[in-house]
């Protein structure tokens, strides 16, 4: 159970920074569910991709877990998938279209909630 105040802060911070990275495994799921559905690199880089993006969106669930429960090693590696996410965003679209923002806003928003949780010492 969430109690109101822990050691990394309010249960109500850890709660959205848990709920962007749901969020973003929802969105790597879609991504892989429309890879199948236009297979136009060819099946076996489209079982490739589904793979990886599976297993991507495995890995933030987990840390979605740990943080909400606010566990000692979660509060790093969200803030490493969120920096790289952040960096695939600006690589893929730039920061100068709305896809790039679209891309690198949530991951932004999640590293910043997850910054704001004091680490537990």
Not at 18 to 35: E, F, I, K, P, Y
Request: charged share 10%.
């Amino acid at each position: 159970m969430l109690d109101a105040d822990g050691p990394w802060g309010t249960s109500r911070v850890r709660i959205v920074a848990a709920g962007v990275l749901s969020l973003q495994a929802l969105g790597l799921l879609v991504t892989a569910a429309d890879a199948v559905r236009d297979p136009g690199q060819g099946w076996a880089f489209v079982a490739a991709e589904v793979v990886v993006l599976a297993l991507l969106a495995i890995g933030l669930v987990s840390l979605a877990a740990g943080i909400a429960r606010a566990r000692g090693w979660s509060r790093t590696p969200a803030l490493v998938a969120q920096a790289l996410a952040v960096l695939v965003a600006v690589s893929y679209a730039g920061l100068d279209t709305w896809l790039g923002w679209a891309l690198a806003l949530p991951a932004l928003t999640a590293a910043l909630v997850v910054l704001a949780m004091p680490h537990q010492g």
